[in-house]
């Protein structure tokens, strides 16, 4: 019934070359026979093609390439709705599509709030206002984060956070709350632009607000490991890990047990596509989260723990908590970039329980809406070793240490697209 839905149906996502849009498209053109799939991409087919060729083996490329049922348009995001496309694309795209995804965005967390205007905010509400016009609109989807509400962490002062699939206004903006970075204010502002929209177009149906938390690995599709080295922070907090020459590394908390009550919620990137299809398919519209939520989120003693192996330095080095803020110039770099280390939010996720429990256990068995953690957390370090080697050697030049300290500090993996078992 799901797939079912994207049967002769026309797509047009921005984003479709990043993790989660690669995700999808897959997903998508694997288990469905949609019309027409449009993907904008700055550089057109050819940055496109190279971009999946680093991310994906040859027999899942092939899915992708020799689909006539895909073009790749070439255009950026601006503050119009025109996406540098010409005026025929334009109206191609708004007489002929169906289901919007709006996936492109910057992740430069702390890039200013008057950058992520033009990458996030601006865009957002510009390709909102531009589909809301589509007469065969069926869903605009929104990639958010589930981190736009973050700040309420120092509203509320509980050491686990609930966190609703809902909008929360402000009573005043920005500088009035604490958010870890700019970029959670941006996309909790536009959510909020988004939604303001489609109320005066009385559009609010056809929105749907999908809020990942902090991406991580496949647990099966496109084939379990896969992943990109630049989009998911934990592997970025890996190499991290793996380069601190010192015994100690400082972070910041309110928890009086950390090891305990910190959690890290990292979703598997299929589980984000499968969430944004399946509630697509269902007609669910409004905030859905994309987490692992209560039930599979990771515990700060877990997720630091399966850091140790990936360490060539034969001593430890262990988390030295203070009491200090999240914006703390004490913490290490680390804490300093991906500051929700130390926190703890329940993402509620009732929207995706109450999906499961309709379409039943036959055809969620063959859907991935949950994170499978019945293998330890090391599991997943070890399948994107190639990755953390990666991100260590940029981290290693942009802290001026030389090149052959990564080689020292950290392990040394194989880029899983070329074993064996990555098959379609
Ligand atoms: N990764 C995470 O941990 C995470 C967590 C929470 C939420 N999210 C959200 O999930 C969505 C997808 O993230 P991701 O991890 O897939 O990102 P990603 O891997 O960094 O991919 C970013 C995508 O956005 C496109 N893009 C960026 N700037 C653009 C511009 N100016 N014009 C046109 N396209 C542009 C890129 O396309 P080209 O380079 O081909 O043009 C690429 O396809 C984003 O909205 C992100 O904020 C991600």
């Not at 709705?81 to 191609?92: G, K, N, R, V």
């Not at 289901?99 to 996030?120: K, P, V």
């Not at 063959?366 to 953390?388: F, G, K, M, T």
Request: net charge positive; hydrophobic share 40%; aromatic share 10%.
């Amino acid at each position: 019934m799901v797939w079912e839905y994207y049967n002769d149906k026309v797509i047009f996502m921005t984003g479709g070359t990043g993790f989660v849009g690669t995700a999808l498209i897959y997903r998508i053109l694997s288990q469905s026979s949609p019309k027409h799939i449009f993907v904008l991409s700055r550089g057109g087919f050819s940055n496109a093609r190279a971009k999946w060729s680093k991310m994906l083996p040859p027999q899942i490329i092939k899915i992708f390439l020799d689909s006539s049922r895909m073009t790749v348009m070439d255009g950026e995001l601006g503050d119009t709705a025109t996406m540098s496309l010409s005026d025929e694309e334009l109206q191609m795209l708004k007489r002929t599509v169906h289901i919007f995804i709006h996936a492109a965005s910057s992740i430069m967390l702390n890039h200013s709030l008057r950058e992520l205007s033009y990458t996030i905010v601006a865009p957002t509400l510009c390709l909102t206002q531009y589909a809301l016009k589509f007469p065969n609109l069926e869903r605009f989807v929104f990639l958010s984060s589930a981190y736009a509400n973050s700040h309420l962490w120092t509203i509320d002062r509980s050491s686990d956070v609930s966190v609703e699939e809902e909008i929360y206004s402000l009573s005043a903006e920005y500088e009035a709350h604490d958010f870890p970075w700019p970029y959670a204010y941006a996309k909790h502002l536009a959510e909020r632009l988004v939604m303001q929209k489609a109320a005066q177009e009385h559009a609010l149906d056809k929105i749907l607000i999908v809020r990942p938390s902090a991406v991580g690995p496949a647990d099966e599709f496109p084939y379990p490991g896969f992943t990109t080295p630049f989009s998911t922070p934990s592997t970025a907090c890996a190499a991290a890990v793996a380069l601190h020459p010192g015994r100690k590394i400082n972070l910041a908390t309110r928890c009086e047990n950390p090891d305990e009550e910190v959690t890290i919620d990292e979703v598997p990137v299929d589980v984000v596509a499968d969430r944004v299809l399946v509630h697509v398919a269902q007609g669910t519209s409004g905030c859905v989260h994309a987490v692992s939520g209560e039930k599979g989120r990771l515990r700060f003693g877990d997720w630091w723990h399966a850091f140790k192996s990936e360490r060539r330095l034969p001593w430890q080095v262990k988390p030295v908590w203070a009491s200090d803020d999240w914006h703390s110039s004490d913490l290490h770099h680390m804490a300093k970039n991906f500051k929700i280390i130390g926190t703890s939010f329940a993402f509620k996720e009732g929207k995706t329980d109450r999906v499961a429990e309709l379409l039943g256990p036959e055809q969620t068995k063959r859907l991935r809406l949950y994170a499978d953690r019945s293998q330890p957390y090391s599991h997943s370090l070890v399948h994107r070793r190639h990755h953390i080697h990666r991100m260590a050697k940029q981290l290693a030049k942009k802290n001026k240490l030389p090149a052959f300290s990564v080689g020292l500090l950290c392990r040394k993996g194989k880029p899983l697209v070329q074993l064996e078992h990555a098959g379609a």
